[in-house]
């Protein structure tokens, strides 16, 4: 029933993710395809310019700015995630985004006709600042739409994008398919397909109703967008709830990203939002997909298997957060986060043991990949999902867009980082890499388990009386902040 009732809803859902965060798991998965070629690719281009081979090891440091590159576009991307979409709405930010990819497209097709690596570095830029901007604005835009039963469910769906663009990117990428040198342009060139469908599409669906409502005051076409989405008639609760977020935030702008760090009535919100979800990152997710080529290698596993076997990981994670989108509004946020995070560091601290001891027994390397498959699946069936869905929970409107941009910008140099030391931290700590990243899984479960109340199935303002029980001491501090607020007090 609820299927036929939302069936636009679930719509929206699928063109918000493809061209979403369907576009952050393309641009992390495909690059790794046509590393060689491109590397060919600046050499050709730099004897065409200056008679000469470029430097194997200025060469290396082009590729890995092309590389890295993708992270500083979606910090951009992430900052804008908090001014845009309030002065545009959701919707117009999204299709201004959609632009953005399509041009980024449109310079690495051409790049090696017009023999520039220069346009595959602006190309990635703007490909990471679709991504930094889509990721948050999707994820606020499909928040606001859906109904308190249904939020969870439905922002987890970011994360299923997420490692359906991976596979995808993956796949395209073998040398059956894109991954060769004379395709890699139109490998690279891929994303601006699912923003020029985002783009066409998205014109046929309204605004955030919860935009709408509590941003622009306009309570008719907020009805009708709520009735064409949920197929409602009674829509008495969901306006009510809208009212009451409405008049807390009567008579203030939307927050600075100032007032989310320094104001004490979100702190604990904010406090959420950094160490579990933000610094999803530091869970060490990435590098172990960075440090499983090496694991499938002293397995014995050839090289030129080894990217069906990364096809492999990435299809893991998208079955496990399949999984996690029917467990999130059953057994709730909380518990799922983190008894997630705990098991993930249980499992990377087997996991250093195991690869310390890899020599005394052969069969040791093959027991290490299938440790590897586990924490791949309990990140997806755990964490992974709920990030994207804790965050859409914690914040009032007016707090929202401050609070992706705080998110966004974490994640993003999260990812920076790791990408560009976890390198050195390997040959620094050899088997014992992980370990930083088991410290932080067992912080970030005891921090969730111990102090984070539920979200699952609340209102935004229950969910904010909460939160207001761990950032005031008494009643009384609540009722002085929450007034304040009312007035448009900046902290």
């Known amino acids: 029933m609820l299927l036929l009732q939302y069936w636009r809803l679930y719509l929206l859902t699928v063109v918000l993710g493809i061209g979403g965060s369907f576009q952050y798991g393309i641009q992390v998965s495909l690059i790794a395809s046509p590393a060689e070629h ?95 901007l889509g990721l948050s604005v999707h994820l606020m835009y499909l928040g606001e739409s859906s109904p308190k039963a249904l939020r969870g469910f439905l922002t987890l769906t970011g994360s299923i994008f997420i490692a359906f663009g991976k596979v995808f990117g993956q796949i395209i990428g073998i040398k059956e398919l894109l991954g060769t040198d004379g395709a890699w342009p139109w490998l690279l060139a891929v994303s601006g397909l699912p923003a020029i469908f985002q783009f066409s599409t998205l014109l046929l669906f309204p605004e955030s109703p919860r935009y709408t409502y509590i941003d622009k005051g306009d309570t008719e076409a907020c009805k009708r967008a709520l009735q064409w989405l949920w197929q409602e008639e009674d829509l008495k609760l969901e306006l009510d709830d809208m009212q009451k977020e409405r008049e807390n935030a009567q008579g203030q702008l939307a927050k600075t990203v100032k007032d989310v760090l320094t104001s004490r009535c979100v702190r604990w919100q904010l406090l959420t939002l950094i160490i579990p979800c933000a610094g999803i990152q530091l869970c060490g997710i990435n590098a172990l997909y960075f440090y499983a080529f090496d694991i499938f290698l002293e397995s014995g596993v050839p090289k030129s298997q080894m990217h069906y076997l990364t096809i492999g990981l990435g299809a893991t994670e998208l079955i496990t957060i399949l999984l996690c989108s029917f467990l999130i509004d059953r057994a709730g946020r909380k518990k799922l986060m983190g008894y997630g995070y705990l098991l993930m560091g249980i499992t990377m601290a087997i996991l250093s043991v195991m690869l310390y001891i890899k020599d005394l027994n052969p069969a040791i390397p093959y027991i290490n990949i299938c440790l590897i498959f586990c924490v791949i699946s309990i990140y997806g069936l755990f964490p992974s999902g709920v990030s994207m869905a804790l965050p859409a929970d914690l914040f009032l409107q007016a707090w929202r867009p401050s609070a992706y941009v705080i998110s966004g910008t974490i994640n993003w140099i999260g990812m920076f980082l790791v990408g560009l030391s976890f390198g050195y931290i390997v040959d620094a700590l050899g088997q014992f890499c992980f370990l930083i990243f088991v410290v932080y899984c067992f912080l970030s479960a005891a921090f969730l388990i111990y102090f984070v109340p539920e979200t699952k199935g609340k209102t935004m303002v229950e969910i904010m009386e909460n939160f207001n029980q761990l950032n005031f001491k008494n009643k009384r501090e609540i009722n002085i902040e929450v007034y304040d607020v009312g007035k448009g007090t900046k902290f």
């Open 38 to 132: 491109i590397q060919c690719f600046v050499n050709y281009t730099w004897m065409w310019r200056y008679g000469s081979p470029v430097e194997e090891s200025a060469n290396q440091l082009i590729w890995s700015f092309i590389v890295a590159v993708l992270s500083l576009g979606a910090w951009a991307g992430a900052i804008h995630s908090g001014s845009l979409p309030v002065k545009y709405g959701r919707k117009k930010a999204l299709l201004i985004n959609n632009v953005v990819a399509m041009v980024a497209a449109v310079l690495v097709l051409f790049s090696r006709t017009a023999r520039s690596f220069e346009m595959i570095l602006l190309g990635r830029f703007l490909y990471g600042y679709n991504v930094g």
